[in-house]
């Protein structure tokens, strides 16, 4: 057989026609990804932080979805609304019995979410009048809300913009379902051109140092304090200090009068610039070279993240969630330090060029869509299963063969976040009648989350099982879902799962839910083997079916298995180099391999062929895909299944339901299967004498051989059968209240 040689990135072609997978593998129908109506309720388009965040989400929503935007008031000035946002203005007039019909409108739209940014009780009472859920936003620090914790309704849900004020709303109402939502604004561009033309309308010179700061004059954001700071800087270098922003608020002329005042009894006219409002006021970040925030409270600033983002070095008072998304160019400073010591901050912070912060541009208006979507509903049922793929792996057929064994008694559908290599349990599911389904054509966690968080609104679903997938999209699940009632189920593997989650720290901190928040939000963890057990997980192995019993033919040549994928994690080359030294001592054993490769290992297949090498078809036989293994493996006489992070492995259990000794590798929770001595030989590491060793050992002993196949076969009979694993998932979502 001959190997094409492939420059560069393999692809399908490159493969030897017996490792190879199907091409382009039929994949499961797509999701409805059709617009979805979705609102959101403002008090006005005032320019503030709030408001800000309420039309990014609109803003880059509207491109999927069809956004309307409801302002209760109008403000002068006030923000732009994007042209693709459809916005309902109330004007101040009839507001209660305005909202009302709203809420009714958006009911019958389809979707009853409504978003409240800034609304008192009685205006959020009068949408859910109409039949509107509201979800109500917690902008500010407790100082700042604009009602008590008592005016939110018993047991609601609401979002804090941070973990800061999410802690003290939940101090006052510990029945309060608070999730917490980072708003990461986008990133301004510091363009040269705009630092001179600020600089030239402000009278700076180009070579001079610029303090900025942006935000309205109100009270809480102490700008009288900021001159006192800045009279001190300037004892320690020259400078300007910028205020952007004017008047804001019922206090904001008072903050105004005395900032002016301020800056007079300290002689500071000459260094001070007092811009007002400045459209789009991000753009005034190129004419600084650092932002001074020094707000008594903050829920989360955004003129703080966006000058975080262009690279400006920030110095900020330590309160609210003031540098909950950390950046290296963040210097926190105690509200109440000396002036001295803030203009020390500063002088400090002026000295640097600070890298830009890893969350620069992550994607946070996709968690407000979620929140949008996801609602609690009512008579829920069945489960939908959630998979990575559907690929001709051990945890693929374990979930095929669960949903097949479930469907009869069970409301379920499987959802798939991404395409598969083989079509084949996607076919055998359909013909079972279970609908399967695809959750988005793209690698985006945010595209899988909102189609499954979608379906489970919109086919009642009251329990989601992940299953072998993307700790991201899990972790997005578990904060959307959790609110509102979803139970959830997460079947692990084992420690390798668990590994996995805990590399996504980074992205744990862009989505304010960490691990541990993700473990409080399951209902059921459920691992494949007791030595993987954590916390209260219940264990619940693999099952399969048994095959009928096959008599064996004793006169042949030894034939060894191997059923899987062709992978560098099933040890093929190791197992080749066993077999050449077995073939020292029977030369007529022969090696079976039951599987094929995916693309991304098509340079390992070629390396497996190259080391077969002259045995390839005399006595290493490359079958190809081995979907159907299960009942071919009768056929042989000695299963070899090596691998690593292994939980209940399907290729041992299958093995042994056929009746044949297992020879594999101490994995996870392959002892519980292989039982040294009893079911099969169990080796504790990969190494190719030892392989040789065992597989010597039952060729010589056919006998010893015979009955480890048959204790294995009563082994998995007892403990491991598929109606055992099938009836212990359904007692499982039945403590979680299913019902079918």
């Not at 205020?243 to 800056?263: K, S």
Request: charged share 20%; with cysteine; proline share 6%.
């Amino acid at each position: 057989m001959t190997t094409a040689r492939a420059s560069g990135r393999p692809d399908a072609s490159t493969f030897p026609a017996p490792l190879a997978p199907e091409r382009a593998p039929e994949q499961p129908p797509l999701l409805d990804a059709s617009p979805l109506p979705m609102t959101a309720a403002v008090a006005s388009l005032a320019l503030g932080g709030a408001e800000r965040i309420v039309l990014d989400w609109a803003e880059r929503s509207a491109a999927r979805h069809r956004v309307r935007l409801i302002v209760l008031r109008d403000a002068q000035p006030e923000w732009l609304v994007p042209e693709n946002v459809e916005v309902v203005r109330l004007h101040g007039v009839d507001v209660v019995a305005r909202l009302e019909a709203l809420g009714a409108e958006a009911l019958r739209d389809g979707n009853p979410v409504i978003v409240c940014h800034l609304l008192l009780a009685a205006e959020r009472a009068a949408l859910a009048r109409g039949g509107a859920q509201c979800l109500t936003v917690l902008h500010n620090a407790a100082e700042g809300w604009l009602e008590p914790a008592s005016a939110l309704a018993h047991r609601a849900h609401a979002i804090a913009v941070s973990r800061a004020a999410a802690r003290e709303i939940q101090r006052e109402r510990s029945d309060l379902a608070c999730s917490v939502i980072h708003h990461v604004p986008r990133s301004p561009a510091l363009r040269a051109e705009a630092r001179a033309s600020f600089r030239s309308r402000w009278a700076i010179p180009a070579d001079a140092i610029a303090i900025g700061m942006i935000g309205g004059v109100k009270p809480q954001k102490a700008y009288t304090r900021a001159l006192r700071i800045f009279a001190a800087l300037l004892a320690r270098r020259d400078a300007h200090l910028v205020i952007v922003g004017g008047p804001t608020g019922r206090d904001g002329a008072l903050a105004w009068h005395a900032m002016v005042a301020q800056a007079a009894r300290l002689g500071l006219e000459a260094r001070v610039r007092l811009a007002g409002h400045v459209p789009h006021a991000a753009r005034c970040l190129a004419a600084f070279d650092l932002l001074l925030n020094t707000s008594r409270y903050e829920g989360l600033s955004i003129a703080s993240l966006e000058a975080l983002a262009a690279g400006l070095p920030v110095v900020a008072s330590a309160v609210g969630g003031q540098g909950e998304l950390d950046a290296p160019g963040l210097s926190r400073i105690a509200f109440d330090a000396s002036d001295s010591e803030w203009a020390a901050g500063i002088d400090r912070a002026l000295a640097t060029h600070p890298a830009l912060p890893a969350w620069r541009g992550f994607p946070s208006d996709r968690l407000w869509t979620l929140f949008h979507i996801a609602r609690p509903v009512r008579d829920r049922r069945g489960v939908l299963f959630v998979t990575a793929n559907l690929n001709a792996g051990g945890a693929q057929r374990s979930l095929a063969n669960l949903t097949t064994a479930l469907s009869a008694a069970l409301t379920l559908e499987v959802a798939v976040c991404g395409n598969s290599s083989s079509a084949a349990f996607a076919r055998a599911l359909a013909a079972e009648g279970v609908i399967v389904h695809r959750t988005a054509d793209s690698r985006d966690c945010f595209d899988h989350a909102e189609a499954i968080v979608r379906r489970v609104v919109e086919r009642r679903f009251a329990i989601v099982c992940c299953w072998n997938m993307d700790p991201k999209v899990k972790l997005l699940l578990a904060k959307a879902l959790g609110p509102v009632g979803i139970r959830l189920v997460d079947v692990s593997p084992g420690g390798y799962s668990f590994e996995e989650m805990r590399a996504t720290q980074a992205f744990q901190a862009c989505i304010a839910f960490d691990e541990n928040e993700y473990d409080a939000a399951l209902d059921r963890l459920v691992v494949k083997y007791h030595d993987a057990a954590r916390r209260s997980a219940v264990v619940i192995p693999n099952g399969v079916a048994l095959p009928p019993r096959a008599p064996r033919a004793s006169s042949r040549a030894p034939r060894v298995v191997v059923s899987g994928r062709i992978a560098p994690s099933k040890f093929l080359l190791e197992i080749v180099a066993a077999m050449r030294l077995l073939w020292r001592a029977h030369p007529q054993s022969e090696l079976h391999v039951l599987g094929c490769a995916e693309p991304r290992h098509a340079q390992y297949a070629e390396a497996v062929i190259e080391a077969i090498g002259a045995d390839l078809d005399a006595r290493v036989f490359l079958h190809g895909a081995g979907e159907d293994a299960p009942r071919r493996l009768a056929d042989f006489d000695i299963a070899l299944v090596l691998g690593e992070h292994q939980g209940s492995p399907n290729a041992v259990l299958e093995a042994l339901a056929a009746g044949l000794p297992a020879v594999a590798n101490d994995s996870g929770g392959t002892r519980e299967l292989v039982i040294d001595g009893r079911t099969g030989v169990l080796l504790r590491g990969r190494d190719p004498q030892d392989i040789a060793a065992a597989l010597g050992r039952l060729v010589d002993a056919p006998e010893l051989a015979r009955r480890l196949g048959h204790a294995g076969r009563r082994h998995v009979e007892r403990h491991f059968s598929m109606p055992r694993m099938a009836k212990s998932y359904l007692k499982l979502f039945a403590s979680l209240g299913e019902r079918s």
